[in-house]
């Protein structure tokens, strides 16, 4: 079978779950009907649906300090067209995100900028997304236990197995940037491990050497612009975190307190980073309404908040994205080569 047909499967598989989660999964675990929840979503609206999309705007908007401070030189209309125009390529299929990133080369290299500084970039942005999602669940433990609202033990084993994962992450990626000899081991671990995946293909650098020439780069950026870049997620998680608030009010979910809908919001954020359906949908919804529902939110109004919720924060980012692209392609290009003989000329 050849790798495209096996891509094509792939992707017809996690599609089709996608559907049997949304359709079947969803409203049996939410214990309700699509019946009853689309009469509630009726009951929103319309200065509440702009609403809601203005806050998707401005989380959107802080995500692109996280973008601007990891690639010097982009400015943020383009990263805002950029990201948006990712994610809608990765929510539209399983484990998009290769997709997506390969639609970011794409865009950031017709701008002018060098492959290796998108990679620094497409690495250091990844550890941040993946850290903060992580830290979800962490912080929602620590609100819960300041507001003595009760720790769930849903909440605190998916919060122990973030801080593990993400202590593991971290650790790699300190001692990457913290010591030559660490990356260089680390670099040979991988070299050693994904062999076999480049036997066919002609190489000029190995792995180790990558990460040792990738690590400089890394360390500047990271230097650099670390603060920035955690600003931006903390303003983007935090957009939509009231956004998640503000839904849950609008549908009747308003017996729960803020610590334990951040919790749910936590659940969710962390599970859109699974990749066996296009951006976690359907795992997502299922995993967060099961948290409200035995939380004791109202099994209608619970599912009918996550479904709006998943529609602002995943459906809508395929529209923005056909803009996104339409953007882009009336955008000025440049090659690498040409940006680097106009910087050169105007020194």
Not at 90 to 110: H, K, M, W
Not at 126 to 137: D, E, F, H, K, S
């Amino acid at each position: 079978m050849s790798r495209r047909a096996k891509q094509v499967i792939r992707v017809v598989i996690g599609l089709a779950l996608t559907v049997v989660l949304l359709v079947w999964g969803f409203p049996k675990v939410a214990k309700t009907t699509w019946g009853d929840v689309f009469a509630h979503v009726e009951t929103v609206s319309w200065w509440q649906g702009l609403g809601f999309l203005g806050l998707v705007l401005l989380g959107l908007g802080c995500y692109t300090f996280t973008f601007t401070g990891s690639l010097p030189g982009l400015s943020h209309w383009r990263a805002f067209i950029v990201n948006i125009c990712g994610s809608s390529v990765s929510n539209l299929l399983p484990g998009g995100g290769a997709v997506g990133l390969a639609a970011t080369y794409t865009i950031l290299r017709s701008w002018g900028f060098k492959n290796r500084d998108v990679s620094t970039s497409a690495i250091v942005t990844g550890v941040w997304n993946t850290l903060a999602r992580i830290a979800l669940p962490i912080v929602a433990i620590v609100m819960l236990w300041w507001g003595n609202d009760g720790l769930p033990r849903e909440l605190t084993s998916l919060a122990w197995g973030g801080a593990l994962t993400g202590l593991s992450i971290l650790g790699v990626f300190v001692a990457i940037l913290a010591s030559e000899r660490s990356a260089q081991a680390i670099g040979k671990g991988l070299d050693r491990l994904l062999a076999p995946l480049f036997r066919r293909r002609n190489r000029t650098m190995s792995i180790d050497q990558l990460v040792t020439d990738m690590r400089n780069r890394i360390n500047e950026v990271v230097r650099r612009g670390w603060l920035q870049m955690t600003l931006g997620m903390v303003g983007f998680f935090g957009f939509y975190y009231v956004l998640f608030v503000l839904i849950m009010r609008a549908v009747g979910v308003d017996m729960l307190p803020l610590g334990i809908l951040f919790a749910a919001f936590a659940i969710g954020r962390l599970l859109t980073a699974v990749g066996i359906t296009p951006g976690g949908v359907g795992v997502m919804e299922i995993a967060s309404v099961a948290a409200l529902v035995a939380w004791g939110a109202p099994s209608t109004e619970a599912m009918s908040g996550i479904f709006l919720f998943s529609i602002f924060t995943h459906l809508m980012e395929v529209p923005l994205g056909a803009l996104g692209w339409l953007a882009w392609s009336m955008s000025p290009k440049a090659a690498p080569e040409e940006v680097e003989a106009a910087e050169a000329a105007h020194h």
